[in-house]
């Protein structure tokens, strides 16, 4: 059976047709060849979010983004249609979150699934909860106005402290600030000078330092050995004569609390005490008198002895 060039012609628009039919599709998000199902999902703004942009769950690929048209009931919502594949489950109340997925400002939207307060399975026509994940840019805008108060608020107290620094600094307080530095580097070269001397004389009396050591050391040994010649039995009858005086001081001091012998009776009986010391006054009474007249008890003559 021949076909006429007509027959050849149809056919080939038809196979055109259907493929600008199927290529328009997949560019839009569909693919007539696989089976998914569709959801919508609601969200104010959707910033840098276009058709065929990938739809996660759990940082894998499930589906994309089908349609994006405002909500004919309020213009200031906006319907978002994703396809999922069909093996994909997860619970109609799961939260589909629109986030960035770089810097340079791609969207995605990222299915969280809610396992604990529902277990209904999301079938296909159902409405997902839509919630908008800041971004990097939507986290700077909230933060520079803080950041701005901030730093206006540290350039005031800088100016506040430059004034105060030149009120301090004036002319009086910068000399006195030289002459403190002067005086502090001239304490400087002094401690150095000294240090220096005292290498020199560290180094000019090694010999002398080294000697002083040595008989330090030996002085160390000869005690050490002195010691070690004292064995526990010199010690124990060292420690016995000790105590063998102890006990005569003790029975000397009782004899003497005691008035017991002679020094017992001179150091506790008062009337011997003013005894010896009216002895004393009338002997130095006698010793002046014969002082002052020694004729009195003295008295010599070459012709023979006067009768007073």
Known sequence: MKFTKEIKIGVLALLGLAMSIFSYNYLKGINLFEKNRKFTIMYEKVDGLSVSNPVTMNGFKIGKVQKINFNPNNLKELFVDIVIDNDVVFPKT??????????????????????KNDSTIAVDGDVLNGVIKPGLTELVNQILPQVQLQIEAV????????QNINTLFDDETKIILKSSIEDFSNLTNSLSETSNEISNLIANNSENLTNSLVDLRSASYNIKRITDSLNSDDINSITTSLNSLVNNLNSITISLKNSEGTAGKLINDKSIYDNLNNATNQLNQLIEDIKLNPNRYINFSVFGKKNK
């Open 94 to 115: 799961s939260i589909a979150e629109l986030y960035e997925t770089g810097l340079i400002g791609g969207k995605a939207i990222a299915i969280i699934p809610d396992y």
């Open 155 to 162: 350039m005031e107290n800088a100016e506040i402290v430059l």
